[in-house]
Nanobody, 123 residues
């Protein structure tokens, strides 16, 4: 059974940085695309970024372009989301999710989800 788990959330001031980690267990990370999603209070869950494994392609939602960076370390079975220049509107529960090979814009295509990690950006 596929399992992923997030870590690295916390409270940070506007303009600060955090690095989230998505650790995979019991499967070969090489075979999976990993995406980060987030859900802010009162809002629908949205895709933030995704990295495929077939060609290493990466996508970001427009609101985080230039501030967030996704990367993967297949040997450590971990995908990272480096978040810089954080804004209060980045406050949300962040989830990572996995699906075979390529990213998808459909959340339903991701079969494995973590429990989420809270990110709060506030002064």
């Amino acid at each position: 059974q596929l399992q992923v788990a997030e870590s690295g959330g916390g409270l940070v001031q506007p303009g600060g940085s955090l690095r989230l980690s998505c650790a995979a267990s019991q499967f070969n990370l090489n075979d999976y695309a990993i995406a980060w999603f987030r859900q802010a209070p009162g809002k629908e869950r949205e895709g933030v970024s995704c990295v495929s494994t077939t060609d290493g392609s990466i996508v970001y939602v427009d609101s985080v372009k230039g501030r967030f960076t996704i990367s993967r370390d297949n040997a450590r079975k971990t995908v990272y989301l480096q978040m810089n220049s954080l804004k209060p509107e980045d406050t949300a529960v962040y989830y990572c999710a996995a699906r075979p090979w390529k990213c998808s814009h459909l959340q339903i295509d991701f079969g494995s989800w973590g429990q989420g990690t809270q990110v709060t950006v506030s002064s």
